[in-house]
């Protein structure tokens, strides 16, 4: 059940379950479909374990540029991944920024597998309190994610026909 403080983004992806993992907890294959076209992922780093790094810096046609660490808090492979920018790896307290990055938040994003190669997706951003939650509505959640899960569910498709 969701905390009024929570953003949350449910999709029924067109993919397999095991592909939409594997677009998520790669590296390389985060940085394709992680921004929300024009924008760009130029960095990413991603150590799938509790206390790991979780850190990508997005850029933009407008000299849009973010791109502290955040940690991993918990990984279920292929079913769940949740991280946090309130701390850095290794569980250390973060530096707050600007932009998206001037309040703490954690995202749970679970991952389920419904048959016929769809998967539910779910990703909630948890937040410390309301006024966080509302500057990160305004920012764009519901339609910066969405176009992102949409594109997560193509690139998903693409590994499904990529040569093995």
């Not at 998520?24 to 024009?38: E, G, I, V």
């Not at 940690?71 to 707050?96: D, F, H, N």
């Not at 419904?114 to 920012?139: F, N, P, S």
């Amino acid at each position: 059940m969701a905390h009024d403080h929570d953003l949350v983004l449910e999709r029924t992806l067109d993919a397999q379950v095991d592909l939409v993992w594997k677009a998520y907890s790669d590296p390389n294959h985060l940085k394709q479909w992680f921004a929300p076209r024009p924008y760009q992922i130029t960095e990413c780093e991603l150590d799938l374990k509790p206390g790991g790094i979780f850190r990508i810096r997005m850029v933009g046609p407008d000299g849009f540029d973010s791109g502290n660490a955040g940690c991993v808090l918990e990984v279920v492979e292929g079913e769940k991944l949740v991280w946090t920018s309130a701390l850095g790896p290794g569980y250390r307290p973060a530096e707050m920024g600007e932009g998206c990055e001037s309040f703490p938040m954690t995202a749970i994003v679970t991952f389920t597998d419904l048959g016929g190669g769809k998967t539910a997706y779910k990703a909630v951003a948890l937040h410390k309190d309301v006024a966080d939650r509302d500057r990160h509505e305004a920012m764009g959640f519901h339609d910066g994610w969405g176009t992102v899960a949409g594109q997560l569910e193509e690139f998903a498709r693409e590994l499904a026909s990529a040569p093995a």
